[in-house]
């Protein structure tokens, strides 16, 4: 099993789904967590499992679109552990539509979280990684992020983004931090509650019949932070095997 016990992981995102899994999962393997979301009565009782159960982890309030919030949550633990090890860039929304439906207020905010939510978690943990001349940015993009749906053209197109401001990433940091890509196919969350409109709903009751469990997405992040500091994983791609997304 991957020792992270040296490592200090800061998750966006993690009061529910993929960001509540891989922070247990994280946590079981070592690793000292700092957990960022809005719902704050949802991290405290997370946080006060994971301290009942004998690991380290704090929480803090998050908006990822307000990079000051982000600033505040790196600052915070780096103040606590002394360092960031990894950030993981996990907050998404997924109110899917068809661009016919006009439903401008959703599409900026999945370009707000989804987007921008990932430049502020770089631009606030970047230069404490290069401070330290080590680190991993972990950045979620989607099944999405590789083809279009219809309903799904604003949210692929924010999932295709994080992929190229991931590659620009890595391409420009070189050798002391690493840049991962985690893209998951359909899986257990709560991202398909904010669907408002009626035919992506209905739509999207069968496709996520054979959802994969948030605990497989957080294996392939615990993988990717467990490789030795000369191993980069770019990339993973996790899929239900019932499913061809």
Known sequence: MTDLSRKVVLITGASSGIGEATARHLVGLGAKLTLGARRTDRLERLV???REAGGEADCRELDVTVVESMRAFVTAAQETYGRVD?????????????LEAL?????????DVNIRG????IAAALPVMQNQHSGQVINLSSIGGHSV?????????????????????????????RVTVISPGVTESELADSI????AREAMKSFRAGAIPAEAIARSIAFAIGQPAEV??????????SSPY
């Not at 990932?118 to 978690?121: D, P």
């Open 86 to 98: 990894v950030i993981i860039n996990n907050a998404g929304v997924m109110p899917l539509s068809k």
């Open 103 to 111: 439903k401008l207020d959703e599409w900026n905010r999945m370009i």
């Open 48 to 50: 006060s499992e994971i």
């Open 196 to 199: 408002t409109d009626a035919t």
């Open 118 to 121: 990932v430049l502020h978690g």
């Open 149 to 177: 749906a219809p309903t799904a053209a604003v949210y692929s197109a924010t999932k295709f983004a994080v992929m190229a401001i991931s590659e620009g990433l890595r391409l420009e940091v070189g050798g002391d931090i």
């Open 232 to 241: 980069d994983v770019s990339e993973i791609i996790v899929r239900p095997t």
